[in-house]
């Protein structure tokens, strides 16, 4: 399986980062071909333009250059998987931007729904499983990702998986790698 893995942070040399090249590796071990899509690397601009403003009356609305090459890159591939930071209980802004540019009406939406069956997210959050569970930080992620954004375009299997205590010591941080790891080599599953 081709798998599209976007990577929002703006550090690649960061937990986030090391995540992510866990879960790869993860994914290759299973088998698995990987296409990484570092969005603050390549320098995407999350700002929504009119030449990518959803039109309500035209599903067939022809989007900006850099909107249809990231589109090529989602549909040369067979699911997706998501690695950031939860910022504010929510996806950092630079992926929301990706999100709202890209998946956009009659393409991700609306007359068309994505292809993909299947999608995994690791967040990964700095407070404590207890803290999010307590005080529903992890079903408002869930709401807002899984359901307002994966099933509304059509991907029926999406799966969150919070990376919790991020800035406790070294020990959490490498058990959390490995975590990423396991589920890369069960991405499949």
């Not at 802004?93 to 009406?105: E, F, H, Q, S």
Request: charged residues 25%; aromatic residues 10%; hydrophobic residues 45%.
């Amino acid at each position: 399986m081709k798998v599209l893995t976007v990577f929002s942070h703006p550090r690649r040399q960061s937990l986030s980062g090391a995540v992510l090249d866990a879960f790869a590796d993860g994914l290759r071990a299973a088998g698995h071909e990987v296409e990484i899509a570092d969005l603050h690397g390549e320098g995407f601009d999350p700002v929504m333009t009119e030449a990518d403003e959803p039109d309500w009356n035209d599903s067939r609305k022809r989007y900006s250059d850099a909107v249809l090459g990231e589109q090529a890159r989602i549909a040369r591939n067979d699911a997706l998987a998501f690695v950031f930071p939860v910022w504010w209980w929510s996806l950092p802004a630079m992926l929301k931007g990706w999100i709202d540019r890209v998946w956009n009406n009659g393409w991700a939406y609306g007359d068309t729904k994505l292809p993909h069956s299947r999608a995994v997210l690791l967040a990964l959050a700095a407070g404590s499983q207890r803290s999010y569970e307590k005080n529903k930080y992890d079903a408002a992620v869930a709401a807002q990702v899984v359901h307002g954004i994966m099933h509304y375009c059509g991907i029926a299997d999406a799966r969150l998986h919070m990376l919790y205590d991020t800035l406790d010591d070294d020990a959490t941080r490498v058990a959390l790698i490995a975590q990423a790891r396991e589920l890369g080599t069960t991405f499949g599953d």
